[in-house]
C-alpha cells in the first residue's frame, strides 16, 4: 500500500473514528462533571443514571485510546513509511515520541495502565473505583492531547 492509499484507507477514517469517540466523551464527562472529584463514600451512593454516565466515560476513554493506538498511530506510522512489523509497540511509541507524533511514549504508557486499571471493578473496595474514576476523569485532558498532537501531525505532513 502506498502511502496515498494508506492516508485515504487507514488514517482519515482514523482521525474520524477518533474525533467521534472524543465527542461522546466530553458529553458523557460533562454529564458526569458534579461527581469529581468523587471520595468512597460518593462512590457508594451513585445512582443508577450516574453509573450510566460514569460507564458511558470509561467506554469511551477506552475506546478513543484504543483508535488512537491501534488505528491512527500505526496509520501515521505507515504513511510515513516508518513501519517496521518486527518492533514491539513500545519501539514504536518511543518513535512517534522521538517524531512528535505524541507528547511522551511512557505518558501513553501510563494512560493505557489507567484505562486497564478502571475497566475493573471492585465491589468491596469503593476507594479504590472512586480513585480511579477519579485518574480516569483527571486523565481525559491528557489523551485528548495525544490525539489532538497526532491528528496535527497528520495534517501538518500528510
Known amino acids: 500500500m502506498n502511502p ?8 482519515t477514517p482514523a ?18 462533571r458534579k461527581l469529581f472529584p ?3 463514600e460518593a ?3 451513585l445512582s443508577d443514571s450516574e453509573v450510566a454516565a460514569l460507564d458511558q466515560m470509561l467506554f469511551r476513554f477506552g475506546k478513543l485510546q ?3 493506538g491501534l488505528r491512527l498511530l500505526p496509520a501515521i506510522l505507515l504513511a510515513g513509511q516508518e513501519w517496521r512489523d518486527d518492533e514491539t509497540f513500545l519501539d514504536k511509541l518511543n518513535r512517534l515520541e522521538k517524531l512528535s507524533v505524541i507528547p511522551s511514549a511512557s505518558d501513553w504508557v501510563a494512560l493505557r495502565e489507567l484505562r486497564n486499571s478502571a475497566t475493573h471493578e471492585y465491589p468491596d473496595e469503593p476507594e ?3 480513585a480511579n474514576l477519579n485518574k480516569i ?3 481525559i485532558s491528557k489523551l485528548e492531547h495525544n490525539f489532538n498532537q497526532a ?3 497528520a495534517e501538518d505532513h500528510f
Open 38 to 40: 468523587m471520595d468512597a
Open 4 to 11: 496515498r492509499e494508506t492516508i485515504a484507507l487507514k488514517l
Open 66 to 68: 484504543d483508535a488512537i
Open 15 to 32: 482521525i474520524r473514528e477518533c474525533e467521534r469517540h472524543l465527542k461522546r466523551l466530553h458529553y458523557a464527562a460533562t454529564q458526569s
Open 151 to 153: 491528528r496535527q501531525f
Open 137 to 139: 476523569y483527571d486523565g
Open 128 to 130: 479504590v473505583n472512586a
Open 43 to 45: 462512590y457508594k451512593r
